[in-house]
T-cell receptor, first 115, second 112 residues
Framework: NAGVTQTPKFQVLKTGQSMTLQCAQDMNHNSMYWYRQDPGMGLRLIYYSASEGTTDKGEVPNGYNVSRLNKREFSLRLESAAPSQTSVYFC??????????????FGPGTRLTVT | AQTVTQSQPEMSVQEAETVTLSCTYDTSESDYYLFWYKQPPSRQMILVIRQEAYKQQNATENRFSVNFQKAAKSFSLKISDSQLGDAAMYFCAYRFTDKLIFGTGTRLQVFP
């Protein structure tokens, strides 16, 4: 049981390049999330998917797109990377969304640098 | 809008001593959940403890306990008998509907 996995672990991009961050979970969770973590800012929600087939914007969605490929996989795409997107990106999942004690399980993170 | 504030960027504690990390939040909701997450140098986010707002009893998990003051919108984490492995960033988080809102974190150092 791997939990939440993310690929790649590290990535360096040049400004304007595109890339997709991959996330998969094997816990049969319905909800999945993408966060970014910047120094001094905590984690901020980029996009989330409450269930397969749905996606919604979080606090900082600009410059990103997401795809909920199936129940297991939730990808984050940067179409034209900018230095402001240099950050650590975390994927998370929970059994369901909504108000409740449902723990979010996090992946190991991807450190992305845009030069 | 809901916000979470951690006013202590850094804290330190001696091994075996007790330390308390502060967290306040702002919300107009009455039913919500609060969490403390630990992030060691490995970057992995680990749930430490959770509290339901409708429960008056403070949550406890082994050496970790919270002091939840709903009227004051305060949710502090107490770590007893601190261990070297407790050194990490600690994040307070508030959950309402789909969103988990994090504070900016407190870096805890543990000295032998």
């Amino acid at each position: 049981n791997a939990g939440v996995t993310q690929t790649p672990k590290f990535q360096v991009l040049k400004t304007g390049q595109s890339m997709t961050l991959q996330c998969a979970q094997d816990m049969n969770h319905n909800s999945m999330y993408w966060y970014r973590q910047d120094p001094g800012m905590g984690l901020r929600l980029i996009y989330y998917s409450a269930s397969e087939g749905t996606t919604d914007k979080g606090e900082v969605p600009n410059g990103y797109n997401v795809s909920r490929l199936n129940k297991r996989e939730f990808s984050l795409r940067l179409e034209s990377a900018a230095p402001s997107q240099t950050s650590v990106y975390f994927c998370a999942s929970s059994v369901i969304s909504g108000t409740g004690p449902y723990e979010q399980y996090f992946g190991p993170g991807t450190r992305l640098t845009v030069t | 809008a809901q916000t979470v504030t951690q006013s202590q960027p850094e804290m330190s504690v001696q091994e075996a001593e007790t330390v308390t990390l502060s967290c306040t939040y702002d919300t107009s909701e009455s039913d919500y959940y609060l969490f403390w997450y630990k992030q060691p140098p490995s970057r992995q986010m680990i749930l430490v403890i959770r509290q339901e707002a409708y429960k008056q009893q403070n949550a406890t998990e082994n050496r970790f306990s919270v002091n939840f003051q709903k009227a004051a919108k305060s949710f502090s984490l107490k770590i007893s008998d601190s261990q070297l492995g407790d050194a990490a960033m600690y994040f307070c988080a508030y959950r309402f509907t789909d969103k988990l809102i994090f504070g900016t974190g407190t870096r805890l150092q543990v000295f032998p």
